[in-house]
């Protein structure tokens, strides 16, 4: 039965993480996975975190099951988080396993609702998407998103491509801190993707994994409540692994903004999808993220810290900049300010990305993206004398 198992091509990016850490050399830098670390190369634990942690928040008690959709005030801090506090009750959220169960859970319930429908993915997207949806049954096709000529987002090519499809296609679109490029629309191209959007009929499904990592939490949050806003219906996968550093804790929600439907209809599909695929999400993550959005001073404190994290990427993005253009004075690195979030989308070849790794130690993803997170004042002197020699002809173009 079991004789002619098609071979895994392993993840490019938990294959990646796997690589680095066989990889016996002390002096190796991880640029590839998206996971923040701080000043000292380590996750943190954050301050807020520890302290609900410390005040018994999360703590191991009896172990019972959640409720399928998850508690309701989680799911009642979720929704102030990333719609506003404003937020209408009508929008349907569902506690999921981190982003990936989230987008996991949108697909299903919409193979159900929506049998016939294809998703539509910028092109480029993370590498998990199109796994996560064609695993659901979905038709998956691209629209253009990244200019390499410019470098820019290719507001033209996307619109005339979502001129194109058909009422009902869903469009996956991520509201802030693109991944892999870090390049965003800017808020007159989210008007013009709204218009075409809503003309066409079309179901936007956001993924933000990295609310509050751009600009700021509103701030990142305003594509989703604009489209809310227009009254166009929309799905939104939010993770909290990086912005609370509970990677291994899971914790994420799925939103549902239907405006039509029934509400209680609505809920009881996403909670069919969710009985069938892992029957009820887990605990602790879910209680810490809860009270730290709930409590007004833990929530302050993660704001504060969340601040932190995206300055000290910001500053590793300009030295990093800075140290290429002493380098390399010739090239235009212009694209590491200028992109946002953890993800720098370097253009680097296949060669150069291999010289990278085997020569230097430094591991970026294949499709050349390089996680701005893993930087820091330790590495980035050896990070920036690798890319300078792979630059400047170092390994084959
Ligand atoms: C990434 O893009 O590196 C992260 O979202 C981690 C993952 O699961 O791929």
Redesign the pocket.
Known sequence: MFDHLPAYAD?P??GLFDVYKADPRPGKVNL????YCDEAGQVPVLESVRAARADGVGARGPSVYLPTEGGEAYRDAVRALVFGKAAAADIVVVQTVAG?GALKVGADFLKGVLPEAAIWMPDPT???HAAIFSGAGFRVESYPYYAGATGRFDVDGAVAALRKLQAGSVVLLHPCCH??TGVDPSQAEWHALFDVIAQRGLLPFFDM?YQGFAHGVDEDAWAVRECVRRGIACLVASSFSKIFSLYGERVGALSVHAPSADTGRLLGQLKLAIRRSYSCPPAQGAALVEAVLSNPAWNAQWRTELDAMRGRMRDMRTRLHRMLGEALPERDFGFLVAQNGMFSYSGLSAAQIEALRSRFGVYV?SSGRI?VAGLNASNIGHVCEALADVCAGGAAQ
């Open positions: 993840d990016i938990l590839g996975i998206g996971i990936t993370w590498a998990n991944n892999p994994a993803v996680c």
